[in-house]
């Protein structure tokens, strides 16, 4: 049997790896669109200001997008490494949008990224703007692509399972595509990039803004982050609420469990706004509720009920017998006895073998397995309430802040007179919120899929290669501490250059250029 | 049919060859560079030449490797997870050589102080040799047969141990890759770079070429001296991916037995030593370009030969020869190759294209003037 503990680290270097990753990921999606925006304010009106912004918040994209690409590599090296199961298993469709995102994203990215920072020069106007576009397309449509294979883990449509080569297989690249879990996930995601960059630009503009300096430069700035902060955060909140409305179809476990709905309620649920969920009683204490929003989201209508977790429970008990049958035919057929019989035995439960699959973490004859064993499966089939229901709180909780500063921002921007001191210094205070909102997000969506790494279909715990607990402990210790070092020169590098701010460019019109030192 | 599953497997062993050889072709000369970085610049603003002579492509050069990745999981799911999960500590050690590239480019000039370019030099240096000779260690050990074997339900066991890869044949070939790494990115520099650092480059070609060329010969007599490995069962290569459907023999030389089969196969060896003379001529002609084309001919056929030798195999098995992955079993399903060679047949060339004008966009010498000129814009 495959130890625990082994499973428990690999699940930990890969929550620690990937959310690692996605501190420089949402950055250099929305950085690299502002920097087109910024580029092409500076071709359309011609003033010189605009290329300057462009160039320094171009140097702080560059110092963020040296960490994405690290980062990003080990992510495609850790599904063979640490998830061999995992990438024989779905490889066949998993692979596939990874490949595309290399041919049709990452090149273009990559290859402009060079031009952006070198070509000043040897390119015009004109084909230094494209460039900088080309690298804001290159990096939105490598976020779709991984989108398009992560939404396919938490709604795995268009493919089935072929028990001659032991694994699933794509039977229609449409549905693949079009996955309304991927499609949604695409946007949030993004949109939540915007937000990030727009909140980044905001806040250092207000910070020059408050130490009084290059003030032409900030406050053009602040006032296209704000522009384009509003709209994306209204974006992330808007298709967040889609989400929702996606999960209530293909994955009620994870709304269930995010909104601690322990029973179904009578149509429209409720809204459990906050309260002290208690996995062991099924219950939520303290429980603030708002009457029919749950079942709004969740389902658009008044009269659709929201499956809550003990019936949805009551539910996976059958599946994991159903499992059971499915596992014990899939046997047979392995074996080499494939009569109609137990092909047919086979196919009629095949939808719920990956039910069956989650008995092997309690016993090795699957077939054989006690009620006991059968109760813990079905146990383990549900995701653990209490970490989601608060981690989702504070991801809301950080949009609607932004939300709010955001607003006031753009009213800043317009009038004059609203630019005041603690707006400013809110903006500053903001930088970090949406990095918390982007790591909680991704912790919803990732945790609120337990036990599954593919939805339903291949459990966690069985997806992961055959190595040791030490094996595990040298890579963590590995990555831990490469990743702590760049970090810090990460941070060092960024701070310095933004208290340098536009003076860094040399352009000799800047701050602390201007012998004064009064520089407006 | 002309899509049927013999051919788009022949097709993907091909495609994945050609992202491979993409692969040493241009990101191979970024890390033959980063590898000559602290013997061919003598001061810092001939560092940053050298730097600066891939600074604005090295990072579309290491997609070719990213996407090589990509398509090894998405068309050979199988051999994807063997070689990932198998070389466990060797991939994270190239791994982990590869973080300090994106940094070092990046950061190193962002700051004057020497020791901060000092350092980031000699990562930049790690960054290149350990990638470019672990690649070359991967593919001895491909040649030696990997100690792994599959359960009934296609769980990956691999037996051999992190210092089992270290062996002396797969260290040779991991000196091949990284003389021939070397050799290219001298071409390179040569092409880039003018007076001092354009003569060292030219010596480093001539001795780097030598080097390599000697050492694939040596290799080449030793594959004669191991194990090879060949089906012994009937080969169904339309039939489902299952590895466990087939036996495998081995034995000694059996490696050689494809250019016995197909002598025409001996050209691809030989032009592997013809390219390399050419490389060293043209080269000292003061001809870089050509010998450009000329070195990368010879990454190419020194990488199709080991391709071929091994040719259906993918990565054989020496613990359970009959767990072996091959062309014909394991592989993605039809339906995934198919639609994976189609985006492969529009966005290769569009790919090509775009990287051809970026170079071209950036062509030109990097002199120590330029460096001085554009001393806080370049790297």
Request: some cysteine; charged content about 15%; proline content about 3%.
């Amino acid at each position: 049997m495959i130890s625990e503990s082994m499973v428990d680290l690999s699940r930990w270097q890969f929550a620690a790896t990937s959310l690692y990753h996605f501190l420089f990921v949402p950055l250099t999606l929305g950085l690299s669109f502002l920097l087109a925006i910024m580029e092409s304010t500076y071709v359309m009106t011609g003033k010189e200001i605009y290329k300057d912004m462009t160039q320094f918040w171009g140097k702080l994209f560059g110092i963020n997008f040296a960490l994405g690409v690290m980062t990003g590599l080990t992510m495609e090296f850790q599904f063979g490494m640490n998830w061999s199961y995992f990438s024989h298993y779905v490889g066949d469709i998993f692979g596939a949008p990874l490949a595309i995102e290399g041919l049709m994203a990452f090149f273009l990215e990559a290859t402009f990224v060079g031009l952006f920072f070198f070509g000043w020069d040897k390119l015009g106007k004109g084909q230094h703007l494209l460039v900088t576009w080309l690298v804001a397309l290159g990096t939105n449509l490598s976020a779709l692509w991984i989108l398009v294979a992560n939404g396919w883990m938490q709604n795995p449509v268009g493919a089935e399972f072929n028990y001659e080569t032991m694994r699933m297989e794509l039977s229609s690249f449409g549905a693949l595509l079009f996955n309304p879990a991927a499609q949604v996930k695409f946007v949030h995601t993004v949109a939540a990039g915007y937000t990030t960059a727009s909140a980044f630009v905001l806040g250092i503009s207000a910070y020059y803004m408050l130490k009084g300096r290059d003030a032409a430069f900030a406050q053009r700035s602040y006032t296209i982050a704000a522009g384009f902060g509003l709209a994306a955060i209204l974006s992330v909140i808007v298709l967040g609420d889609e989400s929702g409305y996606t999960d209530g179809e293909v994955q009620k476990a994870k709304l269930a469990a995010i909104e601690a709905e322990w029973h179904t309620e009578e149509a429209p649920a409720s809204f459990t706004a906050i309260g002290i969920p208690d996995q062991e009683l099924m219950e939520t204490r303290y429980a603030v509720k708002i009457p029919w929003i749950l079942g709004l989201i969740g389902t658009r209508s008044i009269d659709t009920p929201i499956m809550g977790l003990t019936e949805i429970l009551e539910k996976n008990r059958l599946r994991v017998r159903n499992g059971i049958h499915a596992y014990g035919a899939l046997q047979l057929l392995r074996a080499g006895q494939k009569d109609e019989h137990t092909i047919a035995e086979f196919e009629h439960y095949k939808q719920d073998l990956g039910y069956g699959l989650l008995l092997k973490r309690y016993t090795e004859k699957v077939v054989d397995a006690t009620d006991q064993q059968i109760e813990l499966a079905a146990k383990s089939s549900l995701p653990r309430v209490v970490p989601l229901f608060w981690t989702f709180r504070v991801m809301v909780a950080c949009g609607f802040i932004m939300l709010a500063i955001f607003v006031f921002a753009v009213i800043a921007s317009s009038i004059r007179k609203c630019r005041q001191n603690w707006l400013l210094r809110a903006s500053l205070y903001m930088i970090p919120i949406p990095w918390i909102a982007c790591e909680m997000g991704w912790f919803v969506a990732e945790f609120g899929r337990q036990p599954w790494t593919i939805a339903e279909i291949l459990p966690t715990f069985l997806s992961v290669s055959s190595l040791t607990e030490l094996d595990l402990y040298l890579s963590l210790a590995g990555y831990i501490s490469l990743y702590t070092l760049f970090l810090i020169i990460e941070m060092f590098l960024m701070i310095k250059f933004i208290k340098l701010g536009p003076s860094s460019l040399h352009k000799g019109r800047y701050h602390f250029e201007i012998a004064t030192g009064a520089s407006l | 049919m002309i899509f049927d599953y013999e051919t788009m497997r022949l097709i993907w062993w091909a495609l994945l060859g050609a992202l491979l050889i993409g692969f040493a072709i241009t990101g191979g000369f970024d890390l033959g560079v980063a590898i000559l970085l602290p013997f061919l610049g003598k001061n810092d603003t001939e560092r940053r030449v050298i730097i600066n002579s891939v600074g604005a492509t090295w990072e579309g050069n290491q997609v070719w490797f990213v996407t090589a990745g990509g398509a090894l999981f998405a068309a050979w799911p199988m051999a994807y997870s063997v070689a990932f999960s198998g070389f466990y500590f060797a991939l994270l050690l190239t791994l982990f050589a590869l973080f300090l590239r994106p940094v070092g480019f990046d950061y190193r000039s962002k700051l004057p102080s020497p020791i901060w370019r000092r350092n980031w030099d000699i990562a930049l240096f790690v960054g290149g040799l350990v990638p470019a000779l672990i690649f070359g260690v991967a593919f001895g050990n491909l040649l030696k047969g990997v100690p792994f074997h599959f359960d009934n339900e296609m769980r990956i066991f691999y037996t051999g141990s992190f210092w089992a890869l270290l062996n002396p044949f797969s260290l040779a070939a991991g000196l091949v890759s990284l003389c021939m790494l070397i050799m290219h990115g001298a071409v390179y520099l040569q092409i880039k770079t003018v007076g001092d650092i354009n003569q060292r480059s030219k010596t480093v070609v001539t001795l780097f070429t030598i080097i390599t060329l000697v050492i694939f010969a040596l290799a080449g007599f030793w594959v004669s001296a191991i194990d090879g490995y060949q089906i012994s069962s009937t080969v169904s290569p339309n039939a489902f991916s299952n590895p466990l459907a087939k036996t495998v023999t081995n034995a000694t030389g059996l490696w050689l037995a494809n250019y016995g089969r197909c002598p025409v196969l001996w050209i691809i060896p030989a032009l592997a030593f013809v390219t390399g003379i050419t490389t060293v001529l043209l080269s000292k002609l003061d001809r870089p370009g050509l010998a450009f084309i000329s070195s990368s001919l010879t990454l190419a056929t020194i990488i199709l030969t080991a391709g071929v030798s091994m040719f259906p195999f993918l990565i054989p098995s020496s613990s359970e020869m009959n767990s072996s992955l091959t062309v014909w079993d394991a592989s993605s399903s039809l339906a995934t190759l198919k639609i994976m060679f189609w985006v492969t047949l529009i966005f290769l060339p569009i790919v090509l294209s775009y990287t051809t004008w970026a170079f071209r966009v950036m062509r030109g010498k990097i002199t120590l003037e330029y460096i001085h000129q554009n001393d806080h814009t370049t790297y």
